[in-house]
């Protein structure tokens, strides 16, 4: 594009000069000369909204900083750094013996609450029972009794006063025990109730034995390596963000992040063809789409705090970020994490002026054999 208007404005110079005949004055040469910066400018406004490109390119992967659930002693150290592991690979175990006691103790704890269970269970058995033979003590006594006051009704002389006192007597202490009966049958209810909730305790206690004992062996959470270590066998880790065992990177998603000025991403749409080259890759080129334009940058971030943000400090040099994923079959585990590059963006608005950045991407891709910063 840019050479085929340079072919336009020579060919009218020439024709300005040699054709027409006009005399190289002043104002002609001026003329001329502002006629060929605004080609030159709306060329290059329009070629970079409809295809821009950027030399502000880096390769990214998400970090997973490596930190235990629980703390210990560092036994064994499997993962090399900087060695590809897949998800679930050991990265490093924590001497498990403490947690080891303790799943054992909630076990037994577990297994006597178990027990103590089946005996209570028996004990509300022998209660029923208890409250049972009592009942039947009192519909004994009671009758008993019945019959010793129809018999006074009908011949006080038949029985003495003695026995109606006894009848009455033994009555009333029937009663008593199935009263007690009773309150030892609630007795015995509640404590089974207490016990068996208390196995529902003690399971959640063995749950979470078991679960720390398992946090003993450290995996990798996906695919990729482990760099900058800072454990050794011997050292005491905690279960704390800011003392990491090391820094995991995370292989299973490598993206690009291109920086471009906000007037530059004006058609830029999701779903773009995009050309790439790096400088750890030259002469290869790449190829992916655009995956969003991301929508908050750090200078438009207030931090919550005792002081006041300063307007004297505000601002922004308009610059947004554009996340960009390779399309499938490209080598993405040749690029390096931070590998700096360029990129180009192909929208669908002003797509003749594409081939400008097609031309210096290729030439970018090239140009990075050189040894220049």
């Known amino acids: 594009m840019i050479a ?10 020439v024709l300005v000069f040699k054709v027409f005949k006009v005399k190289p004055s002043r104002w002609p040469i001026a003329l001329l000369a502002t006629i060929g910066i605004l080609m030159l400018g709306i060329i290059v ?20 900083q490596i930190v235990p659930i629980v703390k210990g002693q560092v ?3 499997p993962a090399e750094p900087n060695v590809p592991l897949k998800k679930g690979e050991v990265l490093y175990e924590i001497d498990p013996t403490p947690y080891e006691y303790q799943v054992n103790l909630s076990t037994a704890q577990l297994a006597a609450a178990k027990s103590n269970v089946t005996q209570l269970e028996a004990s509300v058995r022998v209660a029923k029972a208890t409250v049972e033979k009592a009942e039947a003590d009192v519909a004994t006594n009671q009758a008993a009794s019945d019959v010793a006051l129809a018999i006074n009704k009908e011949n006080p002389q038949a029985i003495s006063k003695l026995k109606m006192v006894q009848a009455k007597e033994s009555l009333a202490a029937a009663q008593a025990a199935l009263a007690q009966a009773k309150a030892s049958e609630d007795q015995a209810k ?13 399971e959640s206690q063995l749950e979470t034995a078991e679960f720390n004992l398992s946090g003993c062996t450290v ?39 291109a920086s471009l000025p906000a007037q530059m991403l004006l058609h830029v749409q999701p779903g773009n063809p995009v050309e790439l080259a790096f400088k750890s890759q030259p002469g290869k080129l790449f190829r992916g789409k655009v995956e969003n334009i991301l929508q908050a940058t750090g200078e438009g971030q207030f931090t919550t705090g005792g002081k006041l943000p300063s307007a ?10 554009v996340k960009i994923s390779l399309d499938e079959g ?10 700096a590059g360029s990129v180009a963006i192909y929208t669908d608005w002003g797509k003749p002026f594409a081939m400008i950045s097609k031309v210096t991407i290729r030439l970018k891709k090239w140009a990075y054999f050189l040894p220049l910063p």
């Open 4 to 13: 085929f208007m340079t072919i336009i404005y020579v060919a009218l110079v």
């Open 45 to 64: 406004v329009l070629w970079t909204i409809a295809a821009p490109i950027s030399t502000r390119a880096v390769v990214s992967r998400y970090v997973i």
């Open 75 to 77: 036994i064994s150290i």
């Open 190 to 202: 509640a404590a089974l109730v207490s016990a068996q909730d208390n196995i529902g305790v003690v």
């Open 219 to 257: 995996k990798a959470p996906t695919d990729g390596f482990v760099t900058d270590w800072q454990i050794r066998e011997g050292t005491y880790v905690v279960a704390m963000p800011f003392a990491a065992a090391g820094t995991f990177i995370d292989t299973e998603e490598t993206m690009v992040v």
């Open 312 to 321: 004297a400090q505000l601002g922004s040099p308009g610059i947004l970020a």
């Open 330 to 339: 490209q080598p993405i585990d040749e690029l390096e994490m931070g590998a």
